[in-house]
Structures are given as structure tokens and as C-alpha cells.
């Protein structure tokens, strides 16, 4: 199962617009990996959220906060 993220504020990566992005749920192992690939909280989750969209973490660090609010909540939803 994945969900379509909408970008508020679109990202360029390697010169092309990134108007959404896809997550996909999330499993035991992608949690574990990102413990091992970071060592505070904030990486961590930039790892994670990386591992679950395909986007390099640095790219991601790129995103508007308003846009990664709501790749956080579609995170949560995964685990509610």
C-alpha cells in the first residue's frame, strides 16, 4: 500500500520538478535501517522517509516544512 503526498512547494532534483511524492508503508526493517544509517532522531526520520519514497534524504532535507508535515501524517497514518 503507498499514499500520494502533493507538494505545496514542488522540489527539483537533478533538474526535474517533484510536484508529490509516494510513500509506502513502512516495515520493521526500514525502521532498523534507519536507526543504523543516522544517529539523532532527525536523520533518522530523513533516512526513513527516504527509504519509503525513493528520494535521497539530502533532497528531502530541501522540502518546505508544510510539505514535510504532511509527509509526516502520512507517515503516522501508516501506523494508526
Known sequence: MTTEIKLDHP??????TVE???LR???VKDQRN????AADPGG??????GALTGI???????????????????YGDFLS
Open 56 to 74: 535521497n534524504p539530502e533532497d528531502l532535507e530541501e522540502l518546505d516544512m508544510k510539505d514535510y508535515g504532511k509527509l509526516q501524517e502520512a
Open 34 to 37: 534507519a536507526e543504523k544509517a
Open 20 to 22: 508529490s511524492l509516494t
Open 44 to 49: 533518522q526520520e530523513l533516512a526513513l522517509f
Open 25 to 27: 508503508r513502512p516495515k
Open 11 to 16: 522540489l527539483t532534483i537533478d533538474g526535474k
